[in-house]
């Protein structure tokens, strides 16, 4: 670990997103000590599948921490099934110790129906990449601490429940907006305590 006895953290947007989108927690974590790491994912559009994009993740694990290091690991929106097929399919369950998984269309939002995208469609109800990652969330999770921050006011991911994904901590908060759920005051707060946690041994 750093200096600071903290994981470095990486964070993960969601579609339509840059890593402008992190801006508020990136700082707020950085002044509390965390090394805070944003991937750019391309195309962030819905154009590629999300297993490409989750191998975009494991690329740069790779490349930018040691194998030794542990890190936590953060997903918002789309970027929360992008981190959790890295988590599943690519090994990364192996490097990460804890992991922040909000607002994320988990299983699945009628609002994916709007766009015929390849990554889009991945993220309606009952896709086949839907139902292939939750058959099996329990048994490839159960090793790292897992969080799960959604609000009951989301639009963006329909129904709002379809956030939870059945494991770990599950927080609610009454935030209005999608995409306040990386920048509102409670969010920041709640993601710096579930990443000062203790991690499973």
């Not at 975009?56 to 970027?79: A, E, T």
Request: hydrophobic share 35%.
């Amino acid at each position: 670990m750093n200096q600071n006895n903290r994981n470095p953290v990486l964070l993960i947007y969601g579609i339509y997103n840059t890593s402008a989108r992190f801006k508020a927690m990136k700082k707020y974590l950085t002044n509390l000590g965390w090394s805070v790491h944003c991937l750019s994912l391309k195309p962030n559009n819905g154009n590629a599948h999300l297993e490409t994009l989750a191998q975009q993740v494991d690329n740069y694990v790779n490349k930018n921490f040691d194998p030794k290091q542990p890190i936590d690991l953060v997903g918002f929106s789309m970027g929360g099934l992008v981190t959790r097929y890295y988590l599943q399919r690519l090994g990364g369950v192996e490097k990460v110790q804890r992991y922040i998984n909000i607002s994320a269309p988990n299983n699945g939002t009628r609002t994916a129906y709007l766009l015929p995208n390849p990554g889009i469609k991945q993220m309606r109800p009952n896709s086949q990449f839907l139902q292939e990652l939750n058959k099996d969330i329990e048994t490839t999770l159960d090793k790292i601490d897992v969080t799960v921050i959604w609000t009951p006011y989301d639009l963006m991911i329909f129904p709002p429940s379809s956030s939870k994904m059945g494991i770990g901590e599950e927080i609610k908060l009454p935030v209005l907006i999608h995409r306040q759920m990386v920048t509102h005051h409670q969010i920041l707060k709640t993601v710096s305590d579930s990443l000062s946690k203790p991690v499973k041994i």
